[in-house]
């Protein structure tokens, strides 16, 4: 089992000690979010600052680029890293994308899809020299030696899409090469729709499950006090109720026996109540929704949760304290050596 680092991207001139402070404690790789500042110039100076190790966007906003942009993007990428970088998108959310980001927003799973798919058009385009392809919402089919980066002496980045919902499961399976979780992904969630959907989509392309990475964000609870882990629960109660506040989500809470959760979240938000937000995630909602342990005990907690299921883990929180990072650092070789 591969485990992360979820990192926020940071100002050019930080990113290097970042990347080197998580490979040298041991991390299978860096996994960079997007927000106020882009994944790939994050990626670009941790390339650089540390060579091997494995880097991805964890995830990119895709319709604000084109396919084109975004697929050459992940070449250089994949380039400068020796083939450890892997190209994670995501559509974001409606208002988002149209107000923020200017681009349209119609029908945003089938447009991923073909996005996806055009992406994988413009690698074999930079192999041979030939691009070639129509889908609904793409058309691509011109490309010249001055304007292709050419071949690189590693594979084809690998494409991974976030999806939430049955139908992007599927589309994830069928088109993409791994699937990042959402953070309230609990286990449960894991076993009654991610695994059997992206099995779904696998066999619609005549390819294995196990062909397609499922990529997990792990929210933890840990510390060897009682002072420790309230501090840890509580930083957890706030993250919850920010990603559980959005309406296509609730039926994650509903299934895991918490029906009403986002509605109650929600009220709280529209009143600008953060706390009242963090309020309304519960002790009962923790226990399923984090993993709560001891340091010596962690990697077994992590094990039993997550083992045989996620191909990568991503550690959410792992980056608090220098002293924390240390520690995690333990559990992710103690669970990459299985």
């Known amino acids: ?15 290097g000690d970042t990347a080197r402070q998580v490979q040298r404690c041991g991390f299978s790789g860096l996994l960079l979010t997007e927000t106020g500042r882009t994944a790939y110039l994050n990626a670009a100076v941790a390339s650089q600052a ?12 895709a319709f604000p680029r084109s396919p084109f942009v975004t697929a050459a993007a992940a070449w250089e990428l994949q380039e400068a890293t020796g083939g450890k970088f892997r190209l994670g998108l995501g559509t974001q959310v409606r208002t988002h994308v149209v107000r ?18 055009a992406v994988k058009a413009c690698f074999t385009a930079f192999r041979t020299g030939t691009l070639d392809h129509h889908g609904e919402f793409y058309e691509l089919d011109f490309i010249t030696p001055q304007w292709s980066p050419g071949p690189i002496y590693a594979p084809d980045p690998k494409v991974d899409v976030a999806a939430v919902n049955p139908w992007m499961l599927r589309m994830a399976g069928e088109v993409a090469d791994g699937v990042h979780v959402h953070p309230i992904g609990e286990p449960g969630y894991l076993t009654r729709h991610v695994l059997p959907n992206v099995a779904a989509g696998a ?40 990603y559980g506040s959005t309406p296509n989500y609730a039926f994650i809470w509903d299934e895991a026996g918490f029906e009403g959760t ?17 309020a309304v995630i519960t002790d009962e ?23 045989g299921v996620a191909t990568r883990l991503v550690l959410y929180n792992a980056q608090n304290t220098p002293e924390q990072l240390e520690r995690y650092g333990a559990v992710a070789r103690q669970l990459s050596a299985d």
């Open 100 to 117: 923020r980001y200017g681009m349209p927003f119609d029908r945003p799973g089938p447009r991923l899809r073909d996005y996806v798919r």
């Open 1 to 15: 089992m591969h485990v992360d680092v979820m990192v926020v991207p940071q100002p050019l001139g930080r990113v």
């Open 50 to 61: 540390a060579p091997g190790l494995e880097l991805s966007t964890g995830v990119a906003v």
């Open 285 to 307: 909602h923790l226990a399923v929704f984090t993993t709560e342990s001891t340091w010596d005990g962690l990697a077994d907690a992590l094990r039993a949760r997550y083992g």
């Open 203 to 242: 066999a619609r392309s005549q390819r294995s499950p196990d062909d397609i990475a499922l990529i997990v964000p792990v929210l933890t609870v840990v510390g060897d006090t009682d002072e420790e882990r309230h501090t840890e629960r509580e930083r957890a109660r706030a993250a919850l109720s920010f």
């Open 262 to 278: 986002t509605a109650r979240i929600r009220e709280k938000q529209k009143a600008r109540d953060h706390a009242g937000m963090a």
